[in-house]
């Protein structure tokens, strides 16, 4: 049975990964109806539903006797793109070599819709059934500009045939070794995002008399300066403080930055990881002053990135500018903005998480992180309040240190005996969720 499992995730993500659908355009049809076809054989019932032709969302249900739980096993199989030149393998040509699945998607995230297609599609052709409740795959497009087409468009257009109680996604599963334990990540929350300009003011004159003029672009170094030497304090929020305290570094003071001191001295790696969890973090990205060259600008404006821990918004925001530039010489405009979200820590779903792990990796442990982007989960959560969403894509093998580079990178790859193990995991929480029920003969 495993040999089965592994060779039709392995065989679905190498087909998976030869339909190009980089996003934009994403053109996902192709994919989606491939997908359809694998699932529809295995005996899911199968609907394509997109807000243009070219674009549609797949939804796979297969339902017990009696009403009851949802879970869905969620993914999106738009990518983004890739420079041929750059790789070992050509990136649409899904190679198997070396132990590897090479090509575009293989850990964002087609690698996921296979594990789970092949999960279910292998549960389904046993005969099994939910005890009560439902088991949905649902198959996005066009997450990686945001899921217009996508998680935002079915949730809002057809809720009830993608409303769950129970969603895993991507956005966690991999681990990161530390003090010699293995610690798989239980993606809960994901930051939300508020960007705003720092503006400046002056006067306008001839570049050709700068004394004439109040230049507002050199009042943007000093800003800068202060973006240089500092990040705001941390915020603890519930998850990272699991988290520290999973890893035994967080001491009876809950001080985020002795506790982030004692990883650096451990394992420096780890830093770049959890730092993004620990509070509102502010990155200067763009500048932008006068149209022209020969004129002393009036407004200089610096764009500013900035993500914010679930449950916190807008004012959080201001209050870590306002902590890192002080309140005098500038103005902040907020653009665009978007919550972050949180699912609870404790579950009956995280439960059976951990349980899993204990059996699967006994001494490794398992711990609630935040997702310093977003994901599909964030919009699922918020068209439905009732459903407890975590990103959860096991691996075993390669280590977050070795995986994370290559997402969106050049060689994405992903080892064929994570692959496995994901695809075994989402098996058993189908059953572990919804109950080993039975076909009716
Ligand atoms: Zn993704």
């Known amino acids: ?65 009696e009403p009851g739980p949802v879970l869905c096993l969620l993914s999106h199989v738009d990518t983004v793109l890739a420079t041929p030149s750059e790789w070992t393998h050509d990136p649409w040509s899904g190679e198997v070599a070396d132990g590897f699945v090479w090509g575009r998607g293989a850990l964002d995230m087609k690698s996921q819709t296979a594990a789970e297609a092949a999960a279910a599609c292998s549960l389904a052709r046993e005969g099994w059934r939910p005890q009560r409740g439902s088991l949905l795959l649902v198959s996005l497009v066009d997450e990686e500009t945001g899921g217009a087409d996508g998680a935002q468009w079915i949730t809002a257009t057809h809720p009830d045939k993608v409303r769950c109680d129970y969603l895993v996604n991507e956005g966690g599963g991999g681990f990161v070794e530390y003090d010699g334990r293995r610690v798989y990540c239980l993606g809960c929350a994901e930051k939300g995002v508020f960007r705003f300009a720092v503006e400046t003011h002056g006067v306008a004159a001839h570049g050709s008399m700068p004394r004439l003029g109040d230049n507002a672009l050199l009042k943007l170094g000093p800003l800068l300066q202060r973006f240089a030497a500092r990040q705001p304090s941390y915020r603890l929020t ?30 420096p790696r780890l830093v770049a990881l959890v730092e993004p969890m620990l509070g509102v973090s502010l990155a200067p990205t763009r500048a932008f002053a006068s149209e022209k060259v020969n004129v002393i ?35 902040i405009e907020f653009g665009q903005s978007v919550m972050g979200n949180r699912s609870p820590i404790d579950s009956p779903m995280a439960d059976f998480i951990r349980g899993w792990i204990a059996r699967e990796d006994p001494d490794a442990i398992c711990a609630p992180v935040v997702l310093p982007g977003f994901t599909d989960s964030r919009t699922f959560r918020d068209a439905f309040p009732e459903c407890t969403a975590y990103g959860f894509f096991p691996h075993s093998v390669r280590t977050r240190f070795e995986a994370d580079p290559l997402i969106h990178g050049a060689d994405e790859r992903i080892d064929v005996r994570d692959l496995e193990f994901a695809a075994g995991f989402f098996r058993d929480l189908a059953v572990g969720m919804l109950g080993a029920g039975r076909a009716p003969a």
């Open 238 to 267: 519930a998850e990272p403080q699991a988290f520290l305290e999973a890893l035994g570094v967080l001491g009876e003071d809950g001080d985020a930055a002795a506790a982030l001191a004692r990883i650096a001295a451990v394992e």
């Open 297 to 331: 600008p009036s407004i200089a404006r610096l764009a500013v990135d900035c993500r914010v821990p679930a449950g916190l918004g807008e004012e959080a925001a201001l209050e870590a500018a306002h902590e890192v530039l002080g309140t005098e010489g500038y103005r």
């Open 1 to 65: 049975m495993a040999d089965g499992l592994r060779s039709e995730a392995v065989d679905l993500l190498s087909q998976l990964i030869r339909f190009n659908t980089v996003n934009p355009p994403g053109d996902e049809r192709a994919a989606q109806e491939h997908l359809a076809a694998h699932m529809t054989a295995a005996g899911f019932e199968c609907e394509l539903l997109g807000r243009t032709h070219e674009r549609p969302n797949l939804i796979a249900r297969l339902d017990g006797p």
